[in-house]
């Protein structure tokens, strides 16, 4: 796991906690994004699912 794909799926997380419980896109979404972000998901896979 890259702390570059660290960075950003905390920043996701963040984000997404920060919103109102209704305006959440939950995990899979923030999974969606980081992976946009960073280019290689095969890192920012296990810094949202854990593994």
């Known amino acids: 796991m ?3 794909a ?3 799926v905390a920043a996701y997380a963040a984000a997404d906690a920060l919103l ?3 305006a ?3 995990t899979e979404s923030v999974f969606q994004a980081a ?3 960073e ?3 095969d ?3 296990p810094a949202v699912f854990g593994g």
């Open 2 to 4: 890259g702390s570059s």
């Open 24 to 26: 959440r896109r939950g």
């Open 39 to 41: 280019g290689h998901p």
């Open 35 to 37: 992976a946009a972000w």
């Open 43 to 45: 890192n920012v896979a």
């Open 20 to 22: 109102p419980a209704e």
């Open 6 to 8: 660290a960075a950003i």
